[in-house]
DNA sequence: TATTGTTATACTCTATAACTATA
DNA sequence: TATAGTTATAGAGTATAACAATA
């Protein structure tokens, strides 16, 4: 098993073997990746994230997407302003203070491209992972997941 | 394969399915229990990186740090002097503008502690992944971000 | 001039506390 | 009072540009 230190042979990677790091290392290259195929669209992950979710449940609330992506509701809010201002989403009042969120028809646009733009991403990892092994790579991460919030 | 959206069964995640998703996610939160086992010794996630490096390589530079961990130099500036106000670190000075670092005995000591909670840390970790998994999980964390940051 | 290190700065992500509005 | 949303703020990670120091 090769350490993955190329330029400096004196030099030793105490990290390297650690899974912990690896983890780390590939998500900001992957996603790295991901914004760069993002940015002809003007928005970021955070904000195609939000879309791809919202696209899939038309009229559901802040805190609906808050539970669901594991996010705060108050790092929501910038995210909804900025696509609330690119005219892709609508507001409309919900029950009490809630408010529903959905696509504007321009909304339903971006959200094609930014669909193909994930699909493409997700076939560029496909590239490092035998197809047969994407199911067993996704449950263990799912289960790192679990297990490391419950620690 | 169950949707990990437990609390609204109404809602869909499209985002459940990908890979780049669940990368984000579980690192977020494996790095987080890290950081949780390494706040008693008063040092975060980076700095503890940067310490388990200098340990198994004293004397190195600040620019081998940075080729190593693909670290902007920049960004090991604030982590180096933490390190060196917190007196585990020296620095000597080097050929040309470079300064070499290494650990004083009290970062020893430190690095001594920080790698029992990486290696607590990494246990944890593989109660998640079967022993036998382990150095395939490794191989394809490392194909993975090759192949991200050759896209 | 090339390398090394430093400063300043900016953007993103995550988190918490404190506040407002509505049933 | 409980729920939903917002504001402000703080900290960590990453990145670039501009600058200083030294061989």
């Given at each position: ?89 609508d507001k409309q009042p919900g029950k009490g203070r809630a408010i529903t969120l959905s696509l504007t028809v321009d909304g339903e646009r971006l ?41």
């Amino acid at each position: 098993m090769s350490n993955s230190l190329s330029p400096s042979p004196e030099l030793v990677d105490p990290l390297d073997p650690l899974i912990g790091y690896h983890l780390r290392r590939t998500t900001v290259a992957v996603t790295a990746a991901l914004a760069d195929l993002l940015q002809p669209l003007g928005i970021n992950v955070g904000e195609a994230t939000l879309l791809l979710f919202l696209g899939a449940n038309q009229g559901c609330t802040q805190s609906d997407i808050g539970r669901a992506l594991r996010a705060q509701p108050a790092n929501l809010v910038p995210l909804i302003n900025k696509l609330a201002l690119l005219g892709v989403l609508d507001k409309q009042p919900g029950k009490g203070r809630a408010i529903t969120l959905s696509l504007t028809v321009d909304g339903e646009r971006l959200h094609a491209s930014v669909s193909e733009a994930f699909e493409r991403h997700e076939s560029r990892i496909g590239r490092s992972i035998p197809a047969e092994r994407r199911d067993e790579v996704l449950a263990l991460l799912r289960q790192l997941c679990r297990d490391a919030c419950h620690p």
